[in-house]
Nanobody, 122 residues
């Protein structure tokens, strides 16, 4: 099983990026797929989650109103559209998949991608 995250880069404040997480190696239909992020010197925090089965989404406070998570079943890929980016969004973003009770905690996520760096300049 492999999760491969990509799409990070350098963007100015107010700009947009779309992250992708390509999943392979198994069927994820019953899984929750999520994005977490970790800024330098800080703990990893929850950003957004989507249920692979029906596409229902849940967002952390930092993402509400600015980020959109979605999935493409045909491509086995999860996306994170990030708009109105701020310098404080600078972090390594990780995608994760699992059958979880609480989507906002890292417990229960069986699979993790390698991370993709997002840098937002002021």
């Amino acid at each position: 099983v492999q999760l491969q995250a990509f799409g990070g880069g350098l963007v100015q404040a107010g700009g947009s990026l779309r992250l992708s997480c390509a999943a392979s190696g198994r069927t994820f239909s019953s899984y929750t797929m999520s994005w977490f992020r970790q800024a330098p010197g800080k703990e990893r925090e929850f950003v957004a989650a989507v249920a692979w089965s029906d596409g229902s989404a849940y967002y952390g406070d930092s993402a509400k109103g600015r980020f959109t998570i979605s999935r493409d079943n045909a491509k086995n890929t999860v996306y994170l559209q990030m708009n109105s980016l701020r310098p404080e969004d600078t972090a390594v973003y990780y995608c994760a998949g699992g059958i979880v009770d609480m989507v906002t905690t890292m417990n229960g996520y069986h699979y993790w991608g390698q991370g993709t760096l997002v840098t937002v300049s002021s």
